[in-house]
């Protein structure tokens, strides 16, 4: 039986390329156990859920993208108009007398 032993900022594939024996013996556990471990049976569910997440934002951004065109032409159209009804009015110029010449 493997001996516990306490490892401190160690990266993992340093530790596991060092220590091939620790390596087998894991995975020799884990095949032993016949399940997948609580925690990584929860990070591939969060996975999958991010995944999700990241799929539903592309869509939404790529609709966004292909809505820019469509507001800008508006947006143009309407200032065209605004110009156009601002000329219809043309407002007769302020009868300001100034004080001093």
Do not use: C, W
Not at 27 to 53: F, H, M, N
Not at 66 to 73: G, H, I, Q, S, T
Not at 92 to 97: D, Q
Request: charged share 30%; glycine share 0%; aromatic share 2%.
């Amino acid at each position: 039986m493997l001996s516990v032993v306490k490892v401190r900022q160690v990266p993992r594939n340093a530790l596991t390329q060092r220590h091939p024996d620790l390596r087998n013996e894991f995975y020799a556990r884990v095949q032993e156990r016949g399940a997948v471990p609580d925690v990584e049976a929860r990070l591939r569910s969060t996975i999958v859920q991010l995944k999700e997440t990241i799929a539903n934002k592309n869509e939404e951004l790529a609709r966004l993208r292909e809505d820019v065109p469509a507001l800008v032409r508006v947006l143009s159209q309407f200032t065209a108009e605004n110009e156009a009804l601002r000329q219809q009015l043309q407002l007769p110029a302020p009868n300001v007398i100034p004080l001093r010449p």
